[in-house]
């Protein structure tokens, strides 16, 4: 013993003695008693936390600790040895012993295909604390000793109790389907006493696997427990009672339940005693500074929970309640099910939770989120679509033939821009090939160009509810980061008024080239897409006639010519529109030697109709005597090379009907007859059927080809003329288009899937799904201040885009599952691959191929401290339009419904007037103007559901905003569908919330991890943002305030 400034004065040997520490709040005295018989000795401490301290020291140092300490430490070797001795000897094995004697060692878990190999709930009683008085605020931490490699590993951890020596934990332990677990395994369950709450949690990420945390991060050990796999799997009763010891193994702490779960199997007798101690039991749950994209909330946006909350309120009033997305029968999570799904989903996270219902029963959730691969499949994908479409662009242009020199020089501008973009398209497409590692884009990088066609944290969200009311539930929302050309940056805005301006600029560029609108540019590549696809169509079925006539088969001519007549027919109405023949015009005079008097300016289809008929061209057009080889410009040359092809089909129609009425004739009587085709010469009567057929095969052959030419040519020009009239920007423009369409896709492209294979047997949806078509409902939480609201008008613009693709489901042909792209900018077709047993379950129109359309909408509504300064002195009007033209989409949706389905296709939902009254309270919401109306939110997600569509949520980078939006909606729906007790909703809330739960993560697998650096401030606020809703007074002092810091920080 010593003073602080003094030598030691006395020694005291801690052997066979014990503690005795005062109960008083005011009595800082530690007594020692020895069992010998010697005197006590008193010890006093500065304080009542120095005492604390001492009390626990002197208890830990004790000689028969350490022991006791000594003797654990050498069994661990003794065991260690043994297990390097058994490897040794191991190695010496011949190599076919060791194949056969390597893969038993380790007993795998039996489980249902696609389910948790493992999940156990857990429980604590007679917990002891270091002194006696305190109240315990405790949390338990999962670690798993692997049996090949003996290293401990943390997994997860409990949600915090305070409070209590009894704690039970509502968060749960589940092991993926694909984690290497096996009987041999090993789980390690340490118990901690939380006592600094807010540091804990910050720290329990960071730490290493294989250190404990020091004790000033705010908790304290108090004991552990470790068991096989095996011994739970195999008890009767599938629990396990275990006995908490200190890290010496020698002092009992209290004990730990371990109780195996089933989905299926509900829990009964512990139910009064949580809802009992509800009062007395505090559940503690502090946020994370930063998040992961795993769906948990971040202390940063923790001042947005009030906004969002507020529709609690709403929720708890509605009678209508959100129901489950799917109820799925007993095959649906069989194996048939698990090679397309697993070809889209990957790396799952689970968490699982039990929490009570209000009849005192317990209900079960699993709670999933998992990466896809179409993140960067379908961008890829995408990418190499445009690079064969603008290839083929500039190969028409190329093919344009001689032009004057004023459109020569414009058209080698063009291509020489066009070339620089199609080779930044090439170079992405190979660093993308090149990527490795995760299947998702992290928000860390999201600046990135070679990334910038991938959608940020692409996940999906699934909860998975079994309670006695609904047995087998799926709640599913697709969260990602808004779709947005981040590497483009928001300077100038976003798409939407990009568009709008480089419209605006179009039209005023004067004599430099020919302005075509939009629509009649979209026209030309349509026209252009049409030529591709049916050229090749359509002499492929003449060749198919041909050789039908060869092998003298009435039949498969019969069916080759319906064939031939079916696709040449769509190719003639393909070359109806007046657009064509503008275009021929205002190519004629781009050619060498053509002057004209006045400029030829397409105009609308309705006044080129009228005008063409009845000009005169040798008004407008004249031939320079320099250049004699050139003909007037005769305008019906077109209708006759059109009109040809007609006529050469209705040529090989008839010499085929008189083919086939002469074989009729043969064989009923003998002689001939001879019926004469009208505008058609037969050389001989008889002969070969091929004889005869070839000639007009080749003929019409000829005429469309000639039609294409002029066709291809035209149109052309006309595209050459849009990129003319905005070089660069409207390759930029188009580049940002495509970047943002991407994202977007890839986002419906997974919904969709998710959707169709969770809703097979769902016969009503299915119906509706080929009826009326899939509604895509995207909440967005983007605020309309500063580059937020660029973020916003490329995702509006992005998410419109996607009601020009269409999806088509076939039956896959392999193993690949993978959904393959086909179409061009502006019409794409998604086919989507299935196995044949889940293919056989679709309706006959869904299998004959019938296209599938897509009505998206999207709903915003800001919440965080921008969108207040926004509301305050910005412009809120970009919402309120989107909101308002979204309304009306999704209006035509629910008619279109109303008019082909049928009243009782939704079985699980109340009448349509409830639907209506929904609709015409999201008109009255978004009509009202209110700030931070998250009723909008509520009712526009509830009107998806009930009608059957798939949800995404939406905000930055979908992480703050999105978790807790989805936490509040899941938890929500517990309540609403699933009777969730009322005491237990904002301790459900934060179970959901809470990083905690989910324990340490490792860099790869949390995508944030590597944006974080020590230096950086705990919070990026300096003060409560929630302060400033009372006054505009307060924003101002704030403002400036922060202003000053910063300031003073960097100078």
């Known amino acids: 013993m010593k003073n602080k400034s003094s030598e030691a004065s006395e020694v005291v040997i801690l052997e066979r003695c014990w503690v005795v520490e005062f109960k008083s709040k005011t009595d800082v005295s530690i007594i020692l008693k020895f069992q010998s018989g010697e005197p006590d000795l008193y010890i006093e401490a500065a304080s009542k936390p120095d005492c604390e301290a001492w009390a626990v020291a002197l208890g830990e140092a004790n000689s028969e600790g350490l022991r006791n300490k000594i003797q654990q430490l050498r069994r661990l070797i003794m065991e260690i040895k043994e297990e390097?001795?058994?490897?040794?000897?191991?190695?010496?094995?011949?190599?076919?012993?060791?194949?056969?004697?390597?893969?038993?060692?380790?007993?795998?878990?039996?489980r249902i295909a696609n389910e948790p190999k493992l999940e156990f709930s857990l429980a604590c009683k007679g917990l002891v604390a270091a002194t006696r008085d305190r109240k315990l605020n405790t949390f338990i931490q999962v670690s798993v000793v692997h049996p090949a490699e003996h290293i401990l590993t943390r997994y997860s951890s409990t949600e915090i109790v305070e409070g209590t020596r009894d704690p039970l934990f509502l968060t749960g332990v589940t092991f993926p389907p694909e984690y290497p677990i096996y009987e041999e395994t090993k789980i390690k369950l340490t118990v901690y006493d939380v006592k600094d709450k807010s540091q804990d949690t910050v720290r329990t990420s960071v730490l290493p696997d294989h250190k404990e945390p020091r004790a000033d991060v705010g908790r304290s050990f108090l004991g552990c427990a470790t068991f096989r796999v095996g011994d739970l799997v195999k008890s009767k009763e599938q629990q396990l009672t275990l006995t908490l010891r200190?890290?010496?193994g020698g002092k009992t702490v209290g004990t730990i339940e371990v109780n195996l779960v089933k989905m299926g199997e509900f829990e009964d007798g512990e139910m009064d005693h949580i809802t009992t101690d509800a009062q007395d039991q505090k559940f503690l749950c502090f946020l994370p500074l930063k998040s992961c994209s795993c769906g948990f909330l971040s202390a940063t946006c923790a001042h947005n929970t009030e906004n969002l909350e507020r529709m609690t309120d709403r929720r708890a009033k509605e009678?209508?309640?959100?129901?489950?997305?799917?109820?799925?029968?007993?095959?649906?999570?069989?194996?048939?099910?698990?090679?397309?799904?697993?070809?889209?989903?990957?790396?799952?996270?689970?968490?699982?939770?039990?929490?009570?219902?209000s009849d005192n029963k317990w209900m079960r959730i699993r709670e999933q989120m998992a990466e896809t691969t179409l993140s960067f499949h379908v961008p890829k994908e995408l990418i190499n679509l445009h690079i064969k479409e603008d290839m083929r662009r500039n190969q028409e242009l190329k093919d344009l033939g001689e032009l004057a020199p004023h459109w020569d020089n414009m058209r080698k501008s063009v291509i020489a821009h066009c070339d620089q973009m199609l080779s930044m398209y090439q170079d992405t497409l190979a660093e993308l090939g090149k990527h490795t590692g995760s299947s998702f884009k992290s928000s860390c990088s999201k600046g990135e160009k070679t990334l910038e066609f991938i959608p940020i944290n692409l996940h999906l969200q699934r909860m998975h509810v079994h309670s006695p009311r609904l047995k087998d539930a799926l709640y599913d929302v697709i969260t990602v980061g808004a779709p947005a050309a981040h590497f483009q940056g928001f300077k100038n805005g976003g798409l939407r008024k990009l568009l709008s301006k480089f419209e605006a600029e179009r039209r005023n560029t004067g004599y430099q080239c020919i302005y075509y609108s939009p629509e009649n540019t979209a026209k030309a590549k349509e026209v252009l897409s049409n030529i591709n696809h049916l050229q090749p169509l359509i002499s492929s079925h003449a060749d198919l006639l041909l050789?039908?006539?060869?092998?003298?088969?009435p039949d498969s001519l019969k069916n080759s010519l319906k064939m031939l007549s079916e696709k040449t027919e769509l190719f003639v109405h393909a070359f109806k529109d007046q657009l064509v023949r503008s275009a021929l015009l205002a190519l004629y005079t781009a050619r060498p030697g053509c002057v004209l008097k006045k400029p030829a300016v397409p105009r609308s289809s309705a006044e080129e109709s009228d005008d063409l008929k009845h000009q005169d061209h040798s008004s407008q057009i004249k031939r320079q005597d320099s250049i004699p080889h050139h003909s007037e410009y005769d305008e019906e040359e077109w209708d006759r090379v059109w009109a040809n092809v007609g006529k050469s089909l209705n040529c090989v129609i008839a010499m085929v009907d008189r083919l086939l009425e002469k074989d009729n004739s043969s064989k009923t009587k003998e002689g001939e007859s001879d019926p004469?085709?009208?505008?058609?010469?037969?050389?001989?009567?008889?002969?070969?059927?091929?004889?005869?057929?070839?000639?007009?095969?080749?003929?019409?052959?000829?005429?469309?080809?000639?039609?294409?030419?002029?066709?291809?040519?035209?149109?052309?020009f006309v595209l050459l003329q849009e990129l003319a009239c905005g070089l660069p920007q409207c390759l930029m423009l188009t580049l940002r288009r495509d970047i943002v369409f991407s994202q977007a896709l890839a986002g419906l492209v997974c919904g969709f899937i998710i959707k169709l294979h969770t809703s097979l047997h769902d016969q009503g949806f299915l119906q509706q799904l080929h009826t009326?078509?899939?509604?895509?409902?995207?909440?967005?939480l983007l605020s309309t201040y500063s580059e937020e609201a660029g973020m916003l008008e490329d995702m509006a613009v992005g998410i419109s885009d996607l009601q020009k693709v269409m999806f088509k489901v076939i039956e896959a042909k392999s193993e690949d599952f993978l959904p393959i792209i086909t179409g061009r900018r502006e019409h794409y077709v998604i086919e989507v691959q299935l196995p044949a047993k889940m293919f056989e379950l679709l309706p006959q129109e869904i299998k004959e191929g019938k296209l599938l359309r897509m009505y998206p909408v999207l709903f915003n509504v800001g919440i965080n401290e921008q969108q207040t300064l926004a509301e305050r002195f910005g412009d809120t009007t970009l919402q309120e339009n989107i909101n308002q033209e979204n309304l009306e989409l999704l209006k035509e949706y629910y008619n279109l419904f109303t008019e082909k389905m049928p009243p009782d296709c939704l079985p699980h939902f109340q009448e349509q007037n409830d639907l209506k009254g929904l609709l015409e309270n999201l008109h009255q919401n978004i009509q009202a103007k209110r700030r931070k109306n998250v009723e909008i939110m509520w009712l526009a997600a509830t009107i998806c559901r009930k009608l059957n569509g798939v949800r995404f949520t939406c905000c930055k980078s979908a992480k703050d905003r999105t978790s807790m939006s989805v936490t509040l909606e899941q938890c929500s729906i517990l309540r609403d569908e699933h009777q969730l007790h009322k005491d237990f909703f904002i301790r459900a809330l934060d179970c959901m919330r809470s990083r905690q739960t989910q324990g340490a993560l490792n860099e790869s697998d949390d995508p944030e991890t590597g944006c974080l650096t020590d230096n950086k401030p705990t919070s990026r606020?300096?003060?409560?943002?929630?302060?400033?809703?009372?006054?505009s007074h307060l924003l101002v002092v704030w403002l400036i305030l922060s202003l000053a810091l910063l300031l003073a920080k960097y100078q």
């Not at 606020?1021 to 006054?1031: G, T, W």
Request: proline letters at 6%; one cysteine or more; a negative charge.
């Open 676 to 716: 004469s085709a009208a505008d058609c010469k037969v050389l001989h009567a008889g002969g070969d059927w091929y004889e005869q057929l070839y000639p007009l095969v080749i003929t019409l052959k000829d005429c469309m080809g000639e039609v294409v030419t002029r066709a291809k040519q035209s149109m052309a």
């Open 246 to 248: 200190t890290s010496d």
């Open 319 to 357: 009678e209508c309640a959100l129901v489950r997305e799917c109820t799925a029968p007993e095959g649906l999570s069989g194996k048939d099910n698990l090679p397309s799904l697993n070809a889209v989903l990957k790396n799952p996270i689970c968490k699982l939770y039990r929490f009570p219902t």
């Open 547 to 553: 050789n039908s006539a060869s092998q003298h088969s």
């Open 772 to 780: 009326v078509g899939l509604l895509v409902q995207y909440e967005g």
């Open 84 to 110: 390097r001795a058994s490897e040794e000897a191991h190695q010496f094995l011949p190599s076919s012993q060791v194949d056969s004697l390597g893969e038993p060692q380790f007993t795998s878990i039996q």
């Open 1021 to 1031: 606020h300096f003060y409560p943002v929630a302060l400033l809703l009372v006054s």
